[in-house]
């Protein structure tokens, strides 16, 4: 598997591969979100990553985000800035269980480094164990809770 930056021609792919985990447990997502509108905002600033099979063939997907509504939440350190917000996680069903979502967590977490962030951050709904699992295996640290768009949400932030 390899970590790689998403092609503009392969916008379409990521937005079948949201909607194929539509109504999986766990995933909050909508027919309205994410959309082809987070696809096209991620693209447009270099922000949208995945995870490639052997073939070439996308098995996961992250973003780099930015939402007024997360960076304005009042849990994040005010010492590690800049800091990011990561997003959209989604993988495969056919590669689910096999590391991917840590994979591509650790390759942006590189990436953001790179580009001279000092922490991310990132918002994980309270009942989504297995995403629980991954960020805890990264040592990210729990830093608080929030409501928004109608989902209660755990903040969690890591020093990069």
Known sequence: MNFERVKREEADTVLKLYRSLLGTPYCVWTEDYPSEKEVEFDLSRDALFCMRDAAGNIAGVISIDDDPNVECLTCWSETMVPS????????????????????????????LKN???????LLVAKDNVKALRSYDKLNFENVGECELWGHMYWCYEKEL
């Open 84 to 111: 990011a917000e990561v997003s959209r996680v989604g993988v495969c069903r056919e590669f689910q269980n096999q590391g991917i979502a840590r994979k591509l967590l650790e390759g942006v977490m590189e990436e």
């Open 115 to 121: 580009r001279g962030y000092q922490a991310v951050h």
